[in-house]
């Protein structure tokens, strides 16, 4: 299994997008990342864990589930990084791949010495972008097809068919 481990705050702090809604409202930015990440989550059947430094806020370490992904965020004194090194340990196998989505390169390095490859905030961002692009290839093609039916039917036949569908 392939394991997506994204950190929150360097992914939005990377994408133009994020960015603006950063300076208008921070939680704004943390909801649409988790979006755009189930929608990676669901486009690659890749797990996925978004993971925040506690910003501004004191207490325990929270974990629960938004869209179906798996968001974190670390305990008070904790940065991003270090709860993601220790979340490496944890999930990190020869059953699972781990790749952790940041730009910051001390952390790729970190992850590079416990086995996990990185993914840059820009090519995880070309991959979503890629992602949107061919399930609106998809949609497009599929409105494009009309379907056909399984058995063949001369034209006179299916205009009465037709008629006797619409009640007429």
């Not at 705050?9 to 809604?21: K, S, T």
């Not at 990440?37 to 938004?66: C, L, P, T």
Request: proline fraction near 1%; include cysteine; hydrophobic fraction near 40%.
């Amino acid at each position: 299994m392939e394991i997506l481990v994204v950190d929150g705050y360097n992914i939005i702090g990377a994408w133009d997008e994020l960015e603006r809604l950063r300076d208008i409202d921070m939680s704004q930015a943390r909801d649409r990342l988790i979006e755009l990440m189930a929608e990676y989550q669901a486009y690659s059947g890749d797990r996925v864990i978004v993971v925040f430094d506690a910003h501004e806020v004191y207490g325990m370490e929270s974990k629960f589930k938004q869209h179906k992904v798996e968001v974190i965020y670390t305990k008070e004194k904790e940065t991003a990084d270090e709860c993601i090194e220790r979340l490496i340990k944890t999930i990190k196998n020869v059953q699972n791949q781990v790749y952790v989505a940041t730009s910051d390169y001390t952390e790729q390095r970190t992850i590079f010495s416990q086995g996990a490859l990185r993914k840059s905030a820009r090519e995880l961002y070309i991959e979503v972008k890629n992602m949107n692009q061919d399930i609106a290839e998809r949609l497009e093609t599929r409105q494009k097809v009309t379907p056909k039916s399984k058995i063949i039917l001369d034209d006179d036949i299916m205009a009465v068919f037709e008629k006797w569908r619409r009640g007429k």
